[in-house]
């Protein structure tokens, strides 16, 4: 992930994965009709707000968002349901539940998660940031966060340093913590614009970077080379007439950079190998893409979207896509020290958490949300968890405990050895390098579209018409000046990121 340093702004350049054109329906629209699908989704966005508070208590329960730790280990598991927080501190063998009550977090929205070092979990709600240690009965405030709307979340890959995002409501700026995210201070102000997604390089805490919308809703790209201390752009040229987010950086390579581009009703898949400043489509989707994953080593690419005739697909060293993981309803992915972890549909695979040492041929069930048994028995009586979410268990887990989706799975642990799924296969020679993967077209069709060159531009007048100029100012972050009218973009900005925050996160 790369920002970068000054306002010497670049054009994005493109090259073509494959030789399909840019998807017609996208491409071919003039200016005025991408305008108006984007005025079209910020109404929708202000419908949604309005009954955002009633919808989050009362979802079907489910599984949406993972993350493992800490550092290289997969001891403490983390997994996001719309009924609360699942938390392992054994590799998946036994679970106990979180209410949102217990970190603030009833009928807000879902919350972004990281585990920092010696297995401190962070969340990052609309209320705040809370940190918890195991055994994770208490929530407290994190030390230094504000008590405001944050939206993403991140941490390197040892656990030490943690990036948050605050906003994409009121003030909009980034937190940083050194110490696995018990205390946090303040980084950079994201002034003029409205933060979307953050992430830090897992190899290298100076660099974070930042998708946002600027004033009229255009998404751009930012960059930190300083720990989140400032911020710089790098370009707001994407071809695409959605939402876009950082997906994922190299665990090596802080320059290596995934993008999630939404386009209609769905997603392309954009990489970098300068820090953002030349992007390249290196796959799409049908539907909006749910997750994405990157092996350790860079070399193995995961996607999964909304659409179930696509399913898991993988692309290794830069080859063709093809479909993996049989008929599982992916609804997230993670990969983490050798596994990739898998959410599932709970009613229609039967489980909601999985693995595979096969990188995604065999996926194994790990957890069933029909197996719960409530709040950590091991927390005090006098315990927030304990108090606050032990009277509410019954309800909650009712919707459970009515599914008829069959007997739950005999689960498959992380350390099963010869019980696990099968061994990795040979996936080839190391050639990531090489190029963009050619899309396979047995599993991703030709006018699901990747851009190229002719359409990066096509759309530049109606960016360029309202574009905000940036100035920098002492280290403090970015500052844009806005137009006459910037206030009202402003709040359509405001309530799209709102919005977008619940169809998206990450991996």
Not at 58 to 67: D, I
Not at 262 to 274: A, P, Q
Not at 388 to 400: A, N
């Amino acid at each position: 992930m790369w920002v970068q340093v000054g306002h010497t702004e670049r054009a994005t350049n493109w090259t073509s994965a494959a030789s399909a054109p840019w998807d017609r329906a996208v491409a071919m629209q003039p200016a005025a009709r991408r305008f108006s699908v984007f005025f079209k989704v910020c109404v929708a966005a202000l419908s949604v707000l309005g009954a955002s508070a009633a919808e989050a208590n009362g979802r079907f329960p489910a599984a949406n968002y993972f993350v493992a730790g800490p550092g290289a280990t997969n001891d403490v598991l983390l997994l996001r349901t719309t009924f609360g927080l699942q938390v392992s501190r054994n590799g998946g063998r036994d679970w106990s539940w979180v209410c949102e009550e217990a970190f603030a977090s009833a009928g807000s929205g879902d919350p972004s998660l990281a585990i920092g070092a010696g297995g401190t979990a962070v969340v990052a709600t609309f209320a705040g940031l809370f940190a918890s240690a195991s055994p994770y009965c208490a929530w407290p405030a994190a030390a230094g966060a504000p008590a405001q709307g944050f939206g993403d979340l991140a941490n390197t890959a040892d656990g030490t340093h943690l990036v948050a995002l605050l906003g994409p409501s009121g003030e909009n700026a980034l937190y940083v913590s050194a110490d696995g995210g018990q205390s946090w201070s303040a980084g950079a102000g994201l002034h003029g614009f409205f933060g979307e997604t953050v992430d830090v390089a897992p190899s290298d805490p100076r660099r974070v970077y930042v998708t946002a919308y600027a004033s009229g809703g255009v998404a751009v790209l930012l960059r930190s080379d300083d720990g989140g201390m400032s911020v710089h752009e790098v370009t707001r040229t994407f071809g695409v007439d959605g939402s876009v987010y950082v997906a994922g950086v190299d665990a090596h390579r802080p320059d290596v950079l995934y993008l999630r581009g939404n386009d209609g009703l769905g997603t392309v898949l954009f990489e970098s190998d300068d820090g953002g400043f030349t992007l390249r489509g290196i796959g799409a989707t049908r539907g909006t893409m749910l997750g994405f994953a990157l092996s350790d080593d860079g070399r193995t690419v995961w996607t999964a979207s909304t659409d179930a005739t696509e399913g898991l697909q993988r692309s290794v060293a830069g080859g063709p896509w093809t479909r993996v993981g049989g008929s599982v309803s992916v609804k997230c992915l993670r990969y983490h020290a050798g596994v990739l972890f898998v959410c599932a549909d709970e009613v229609v695979d039967g489980w909601s958490l999985g693995w595979s040492a096969d990188a995604g041929d065999h996926i194994a069930p790990l957890l069933s949300l029909r197996t719960l048994q409530g709040p950590s028995a091991e927390c005090p009586a006098s315990s927030p968890v304990t108090t606050l979410c032990g009277p509410r268990w019954d309800t909650v887990s009712r919707p459970l405990r009515t599914t008829e989706a069959g007997a739950p799975p005999t689960p498959v642990y992380l350390d099963a050895g010869a019980d696990a799924p099968a061994p990795p296969t040979d996936l080839g020679p190391a050639a990531r390098d090489a190029g963009a993967p050619a899309v396979d077209t047995a599993t991703t069709p030709a006018d699901a579209g990747i851009p190229d060159a002719a359409d990066a531009g096509f759309d530049a007048g109606l960016r360029d018409a309202g574009a905000p100029s940036t100035t920098t100012s002492g280290g403090c972050g970015c500052h844009v000046s806005t137009a006459a009218d910037g206030r009202g973009a402003a709040l359509l900005a405001t309530a799209l990121a709102l919005w977008s925050r619940r169809r998206r996160r990450r991996s």
